[in-house]
């Protein structure tokens, strides 16, 4: 049944990517819808009185495109979408037709704008710009380096003067956000940056060596097919427990032989052990749900040697290099630069040992019986 639900301000009212089950109706106060990116809110629309959402729900089984907060003690009438569907149902065809005609050209809309405010966002390199940023350097060094073979993958060198002026001239791509980026590779370890002294005396970056072009190529592809593609993007938004997760997996296959399908077989009693005495990860099914909800599936397989776990391990390898990199470019949106002092979240969390969750990663202290951050009850 249909109700009146009061909201305070800065309650969420649901978050993107939620299932939309419910039409929104607001009765007074105003909403802001926004999208959440490296911590960071980025408002798309704000919505009064009388204005609607969750309308996209009625004609196909949508999701929410943005989150919704109140942004004053707001008031919304909340219709479940099966009485709205029933409803639109017994109408006319004439009407249906235009009502799906307003709600098609209302999504439009949004997503126009949606474009719109993360192309003109301030961010050190906001998700539109995360793709045109590394094509430009995967091309730039393809056409205009020196492309050799450096053992089984296809290496590039290229000048960084040649990067600055395709980047300002044909891509019209800041200088100063493909700089940061060869950080971030170089922090990563995907690339070698060469210096030399100028004529003042002073260190300036001369060369770039990127050490995977493959690499830089298909993480594009991949960023930007899941960033467009409707329904696909959850995999580009970084979990840091199924980060976690899914680099244990990938550490675990590697050497180990795979059948027919490429999926690799790996003992379960053995594999809970390795998570735990190697990762530090009590392995439950709230792990592989993590894993599940990003489109990485690892299935238990009786088989006439026991119980085991069975993935593709190419699958996970590639994705958690994708995710390596996801990771980074969230911080460097955070600070506003890449911290080239920093260690890796990962090498960390295992350098300390106890001060990790082994459910969710978050920080804990030798005091607590239980995670402050997800529940989980601690090892006496």
Request: proline share 3%; with cysteine.
């Amino acid at each position: 049944m249909e109700g009146i639900r009061r909201f305070k301000k800065g309650e969420i009212l649901f978050r993107e990517g939620d299932p939309c089950q419910q039409l929104y109706i607001i009765k007074s106060g105003r909403v802001s819808l926004f999208l959440e990116r490296s911590g960071r809110k980025i408002e798309i629309l704000s919505l009064t009185t009388s204005q609607v959402m969750g309308e996209q729900g009625v004609f196909a089984n949508a999701k929410h495109m943005f989150s919704a907060e109140a942004q004053t003690e707001t008031k919304v009438l909340e219709v479940p979408l099966d009485v709205v569907k029933e409803q639109m149902g017994q109408s006319p065809p004439g009407v249906k037709l235009v009502m799906k005609s307003v709600v098609d050209e209302v999504k439009q809309a949004r997503t126009s704008l949606k474009s719109f405010k993360m192309e003109t966002d301030k961010s050190a390199c906001p998700q539109p710009l995360v793709v045109r940023a590394f094509t430009l350097l995967n091309l730039v060094t393809r056409h205009a380096g020196k492309v050799e073979t450096e053992g089984s993958e296809l290496a590039g060198q290229v000048d960084w003067s040649v990067i600055k002026l395709y980047a300002s001239r044909m891509f019209l791509e800041s200088p100063a956000r493909m700089r940061s980026l060869l950080d971030l590779l170089l922090k990563l370890g995907h690339c070698e940056l060469g210096f030399a002294k100028n004529e003042d005396g002073e260190e300036e970056l001369k060369t770039v060596k990127i050490h995977s072009l493959q690499l830089i190529e298909d993480f594009a592809e991949f960023y930007q097919y899941h960033y467009y593609k409707a329904g696909r993007s959850e995999i580009i938004y970084l979990d840091k427990l199924a980060h976690r997760v899914a680099k244990a997996f990938a550490a675990l296959a590697e050497g180990q032989p795979t059948d027919h399908r490429g999926a690799v077989l790996l003992e379960y009693d053995a594999t809970v052990g390795d998570f735990k005495n190697r990762f530090k990860i009590d392995l439950k099914d709230t792990h592989l749900s993590a894993l599940g909800k990003k489109g990485l599936f690892v299935q238990t397989k009786s088989t006439d040697k026991g119980v085991h776990f069975v993935f593709d391990p190419k699958e996970f390898s590639s994705v958690v290099k994708y995710w390596d990199i996801i990771s980074e470019i969230d911080k460097w949106n955070e600070k506003g630069f890449v911290d080239l002092n920093e260690r890796n979240g990962e090498e960390a969390a295992q350098s300390e040992t106890g001060t990790v969750c082994p459910q969710c990663s978050g920080q804990i202290s030798a005091e607590h019986r239980f995670c402050p951050h997800c529940g989980f009850k601690l090892a006496a």
